[in-house]
């Protein structure tokens, strides 16, 4: 039997439209087309691309903060989109957020023991010393102590800060935590910490993750499956591991390459080798053939003027690309999962 996944994204899209000088809508901007997505209970997705790919559009469109152009978002027996980002308080406690910036999500004003018991103090109908005391119980699972509740956010750490928006964040159980970016703005030594955390709360608790990140390499571990973006499009979604070791889209090839190497020469030399030519939002709105055709080495004919379907990939998961097809030869994938609507 296989079971209903917790969080299950489908054919989701997103557009911002610009405001002409009269302050009319103007035109229409793809941030997401067409993306499905899964999360199971207690499993972790990693939703990795460069900037600009979209991945924020998705985690604000889960936490209800940005609305759904098109397209479903489940949540256990909840359908969000139809909700329109006015979730009712039994959605808001099980679906949780943290953010990249630790220096501005903190209100500098409060004290940590305010800013974790906040979420108690809205959802719940625990009294002062009940929050305080789960206040000492969240701290812990962060690894900071109780003399840490009175001070404020500028008394820590850029990691510290990250802990303590953790720890908010874990007050209500929640059933799922989006990161968006959680440790961007932190050094190596200390993105690694916060990754282990992470993944050291989420099977002690249970928890689900969007885990969104830039570095496919910084989140594979942790993740159980991983979904790639380029210009508003998912190209590969598969197994972590799979992913990682065997990546199938070329786009997925180029983000790993992109990892830095230890020897400043060598890397210097693979920047220059292999220059990742800035996106063009132009290509967004003309929106024909592959999101990818623009920077693909491997581009053919067909790419200019075709969507690329999901194609299985050996070892599990999909990616969106014609290398794929059948009938290319040497290849020997199945027929298409399911081909990708094209408007
Ligand atoms: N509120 C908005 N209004 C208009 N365009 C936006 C808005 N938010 C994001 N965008 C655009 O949508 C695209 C995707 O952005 P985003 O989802 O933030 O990507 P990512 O998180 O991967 O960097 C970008 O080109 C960005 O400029
Ligand atoms: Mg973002």
Redesign the pocket.
Do not use: L, Q, R
């Given at each position: 039997m296989t079971v209903r996944p917790l969080l299950e994204i489908t054919d989701l899209s997103v557009t911002?439209w610009g405001r002409s000088l009269l302050g009319l809508r103007g035109k229409p901007?793809f941030?997401?087309k067409g993306a499905n997505l899964a999360i199971r209970a207690g499993e972790t997705l990693g939703l990795v691309?460069?900037?600009?790919?979209?991945?924020?559009?998705?985690a604000?469109t889960v936490l209800g903060l940005?609305p759904a152009s098109s397209g479903s978002i489940r949540f256990g027996d909840h359908d969000l989109v139809a909700m329109k980002t006015r979730y009712p308080s039994e959605v808001r406690n099980q679906i949780q957020a943290v953010f990249q910036d630790p220096y501005s999500s903190l209100n500098p004003s409060m004290t940590v023991e305010g800013i974790v018991t906040e979420p108690l103090r809205v959802h719940t109908n625990m009294n002062k010393a009940e929050r305080r005391e789960r206040a000492i119980e969240l701290l812990k699972l962060v690894s900071l102590q109780e003399e840490h509740l009175s001070r404020h956010p500028h008394q820590f750490s850029g990691g510290q800060r990250q802990r303590i928006a953790i720890a908010s964040a874990l007050a209500l159980r929640p059933k799922l935590i989006v990161l968006?970016e959680p440790v961007s703005a932190l050094d190596v030594s200390t993105q690694n910490q916060i990754i282990n955390l992470l993944y050291e709360r989420r099977d002690a608790l249970g928890i689900a993750y969007l885990l969104?990140a830039h570095d496919l390499a910084l989140v594979h571990h942790i993740s159980d499956r991983i979904a790639v973006?380029y210009l508003?499009h998912i190209v590969e979604e598969g197994p972590s591991d799979r992913v990682y070791k065997n990546p199938a889209h070329p786009y997925t090839k180029a983000l790993l390459d992109a990892v830095p190497l230890l020897d400043p020469d060598r890397q210097r030399a693979r920047r220059e080798s292999r220059k990742l030519q800035p996106a063009l939002?132009t290509q967004r709105v003309a929106d024909v053939g592959c999101p990818y055709k623009n920077r693909c080495p491997m581009a053919m004919p067909r790419c200019q003027t075709d969507m690329p379907p999901e194609y299985p990939v050996a070892g599990g998961g999909v990616a969106n690309c014609f290398l794929l097809a059948p009938e290319v030869e040497g290849h020997h994938a199945t027929k298409p999962s399911r081909e990708k609507r094209i408007p």
């Open positions: 911002y901007f941030a997401v691309g460069e900037s600009g790919s979209g991945k924020s559009s998705i604000n940005v968006d969104i973006m508003g939002d």
